[in-house]
């Protein structure tokens, strides 16, 4: 009952939920070159994602000035991005390489920053510590909306009682 | 006639007694589920590779069919303490990914945090404690993959006495946990703890 009545009063604030974040961020993206991760160390693994040629096109990337040399993006499940990966080798010096990638159709060209770095290992990022604060209790509480209506059946419970008391006293036939 | 009325009278009150007995009593409180100990973490040994790691790739999406989650994932950082910050609370289906860290699918540990309530309600992971050893986790990534989890163990570890190296240490294959608040609550100082789901992954598509 409860959690039937959260569901519809939640249902406008769930499709913001699922559809705001998703498309301002991908409005915000445009149609660059995502690299990731951005930073890496010699050897790493590096995926490249576009929307910039458009659904279900693929493109040529060249990842030769970090030494990795060409690699195909495909389309992907993904949104209708175009997707590639390469690997770093193990030779790359640290700085910053741009990764470019030539649409197969109308030739476009989209590009993005790619940095190696000798401590740049995700593995190697601090880890979290201790526990986390995700509630703060809000599904304990009564709910208003149930308690006011279980309040009501009740005033209606006394009435009719009330009512049928009354008629018996009247000697009505009950 | 009047007897036709008295029977429809009484049965309305009646009616009425049972539903706002029924509702007021439901308005308690309704703690979300808590694992039992049965879900607790299996011996340490049982570490095979299940599948091949994926190369790195951000997630999109979290989806838990048996609790019915299926939320987009937002990055987090960490807070000024160093503990895992946490996704809006406004945002109920909303949870995040440790973005420094571990995507998911690769080798090592990728977190994932979500509110189990905010001040309205339950939220993404209210049901997270009723999960089973055997569920299946699938987590979107942005290069069109599906990397697929399946839960090792359910637990539940009190805020003061947490055990970071077990939840957020390094893995030799691609792990997953999924964190959300339990282990009891005080009106004082919230909840005591956190649910941690423990999952390796199986399989990609």
Known sequence: ?174 | MARIGNTLIASVTAAALCSGAWLLHGTGAHAPPQPSVTEGRPDPGEEALAAPALPPSPPDRIRIPSIRVNAPLTGLGLTAAGSLDVPPAGQKNLAGWYEAGTTPGETGTAIVAGHVDNAEGPAVFYDLGALKRGSAIEVDRRDGRVARFTVDAVEVYQAKDFPDDKVYGAAKRPELRVITCGGGYSKATGYQGNVVVFAHLTGAA
């Open chain 1, 1 to 174: 009952m409860r959690r039937t009545a959260r569901l519809l009063a939640g249902a406008a604030l769930t499709v913001v939920a699922l559809s705001g974040p998703a498309v301002s961020a991908y409005a915000a993206e445009g149609a660059g070159l995502e690299v990731f991760p951005s930073s890496v160390e010699p050897g790493g693994q590096v995926s490249v994602n576009t929307k910039a040629c458009g659904d279900r096109a693929t493109a040529a990337g060249d990842a030769s000035a970090v030494g990795a040399g060409p690699f195909t993006m495909a389309p992907s499940a993904h949104e209708g991005d175009a997707i590639g990966q390469f690997r770093v080798p193990e030779s790359a010096q640290p700085g910053t390489y741009e990764i470019v990638v030539e649409c197969a159709e109308g030739g476009r060209e989209v590009k993005g920053d790619l940095v190696v770095a000798l401590n740049a290992s995700r593995g190697q990022a601090m880890l979290p510590r201790g526990s986390v604060k995700t509630g703060v209790g809000g599904a304990l509480g009564p709910d208003p909306v149930q308690s006011a209506a279980g309040v009501a059946a009740l005033a209606v419970a006394a009435a009719g009682g009330t009512w049928l008391l009354h008629r018996r006293a009247r000697g009505d036939g009950i």
